[in-house]
């Protein structure tokens, strides 16, 4: 099996920064795309940021100049790095990744909860 632990998340002021990070660990052979979606409260999952293997990124408009993938592949994790934070971004982020493993699948994280206050 495969499990995507994430961490960094919090509480921060309107225009301050944080960083989610996020562990792949277990049977993987290989990571393909690796990336972030995010729930806002009563809202559905939405993409955030995606980065391949390749290193291509795709971020939603909406956080584009602001956030900034990123990854390091050889210790299977994906960063977020959050800037100029605002309150419509508040939600649970979660990590996500294509891994070939046993099969090749989709897997999620827990969440972590980023709040952020005006």
């Known amino acids: 099996q495969v499990q995507l632990v994430e961490s960094g998340g919090g509480l921060v002021q309107a225009g301050g920064s944080l960083r989610l990070s996020c562990v792949a660990s277990?049977?993987?052979?290989?990571?393909?795309?690796m990336g972030w979606y995010r729930q806002p409260p009563g809202k559905q999952r939405e993409l955030v940021a995606v980065m391949s293997s390749g290193d291509n990124t795709n971020y939603s408009n909406s956080v584009k100049g602001r956030f900034t993938i990123s990854r390091d592949n050889a210790k299977n994790t994906v960063y977020l790095q959050m800037n100029s934070l605002k309150p419509e971004d508040t939600a649970v982020y979660l990590c996500?990744?294509?891994?070939?493993?046993?099969?090749?699948?989709?897997?999620w994280g827990q969440g972590t909860q980023v709040t952020v206050s005006s």
């Open positions: 996500y990744a294509n891994v070939k493993s046993a099969y090749v699948g989709n897997f």
């Open positions: 277990g049977r993987i052979l290989s990571i393909n795309t």
